[in-house]
């Protein structure tokens, strides 16, 4: 990315994926009225500690890099509702998001989760969660805390039990199958709890049977 580009300070929407870029450069924070950033399918190893400057960023997508982190300084970006960072080399959520609050939108798919902090229950207003395809072992049941989620999707990581709390998530409607549809997205994990009679119930069945467990 030329640095080059900082000239253009009304920039509202940058759009660089699929470029090769190995870097972002520190001069993105000088474009103050940023409110997209498309830079997936990149090579991106890093996030820039200046892209925190970009307070009106609200739209932010980092999706297929090699990213392992975020820095502290993106906690700034108070107005990002949707956040997108699948399929990179993330072993946890950045400390960051969990300061994000008003995120509706987060895709962590496709990187090494192996837990999601209890932390995740201060993004209240998210709708959508994505953490398919990691290693994660349980779900905390301050997930059930964000009762606004239409969409959940936990499929295809290690998770073996339902936090019993789930059924307080009333906004999704199904057991899900289609990547695309809302509801909830867990059939593909080994679960030992609740058994497989139950889940072929739906949705209605699986709550019903966290109640009175």
Same mark, same amino acid.
């Given at each position: 990315? $030329? #640095?080059?580009l900082v000239v253009l300070q009304n920039l509202v929407v940058l759009n660089l994926w699929g470029n090769h870029l +190995? +870097? &972002? $450069? %520190?001069?993105?924070g000088q474009l103050k009225k940023l409110r997209v950033l498309f830079a997936y399918r990149n090579r991106l190893t890093e996030v820039p500690v200046e892209l925190g400057l970009c307070t009106k960023l609200e @739209? &932010? +997508? &980092?999706a297929n890099n090699q990213i392992n982190t975020l820095p502290a300084s993106l906690s700034a970006l108070a107005c990002l509702r949707k956040l997108n960072l699948s399929h990179n /080399?993330? #072993?946890h959520i950045p %400390? /960051? @998001?969990y300061t994000m609050k008003s995120l509706v939108f987060l895709h962590m798919a496709c990187n090494q989760l192996e837990n999601i902090a209890d932390q995740i229950q201060v993004l209240v207003d998210l709708k959508i969660l994505i953490v398919e395809g990691n290693c994660i072992h349980s779900l905390p049941r301050t997930l059930c805390f964000l009762t606004k989620l239409e969409l959940l999707n936990v499929d295809f990581n290690d998770i073996q039990n339902v936090p019993a709390e789930m059924f307080k998530l009333r906004r999704l409607e199904k057991l899900a199958c289609h990547p695309l549809d809302k509801g909830l997205h867990i059939l593909h994990n080994p679960l030992l709890k609740p058994i497989k009679e139950v889940l072929e119930g739906g949705l209605t069945a699986l709550y019903n049977y966290l109640k009175s467990s």
């Amino acid at each position: 990315m $030329p #640095s080059t580009l900082v000239v253009l300070q009304n920039l509202v929407v940058l759009n660089l994926w699929g470029n090769h870029l +190995s +870097s &972002l $450069p %520190a001069e993105i924070g000088q474009l103050k009225k940023l409110r997209v950033l498309f830079a997936y399918r990149n090579r991106l190893t890093e996030v820039p500690v200046e892209l925190g400057l970009c307070t009106k960023l609200e @739209v &932010l +997508s &980092l999706a297929n890099n090699q990213i392992n982190t975020l820095p502290a300084s993106l906690s700034a970006l108070a107005c990002l509702r949707k956040l997108n960072l699948s399929h990179n /080399c993330i #072993s946890h959520i950045p %400390a /960051c @998001v969990y300061t994000m609050k008003s995120l509706v939108f987060l895709h962590m798919a496709c990187n090494q989760l192996e837990n999601i902090a209890d932390q995740i229950q201060v993004l209240v207003d998210l709708k959508i969660l994505i953490v398919e395809g990691n290693c994660i072992h349980s779900l905390p049941r301050t997930l059930c805390f964000l009762t606004k989620l239409e969409l959940l999707n936990v499929d295809f990581n290690d998770i073996q039990n339902v936090p019993a709390e789930m059924f307080k998530l009333r906004r999704l409607e199904k057991l899900a199958c289609h990547p695309l549809d809302k509801g909830l997205h867990i059939l593909h994990n080994p679960l030992l709890k609740p058994i497989k009679e139950v889940l072929e119930g739906g949705l209605t069945a699986l709550y019903n049977y966290l109640k009175s467990s």
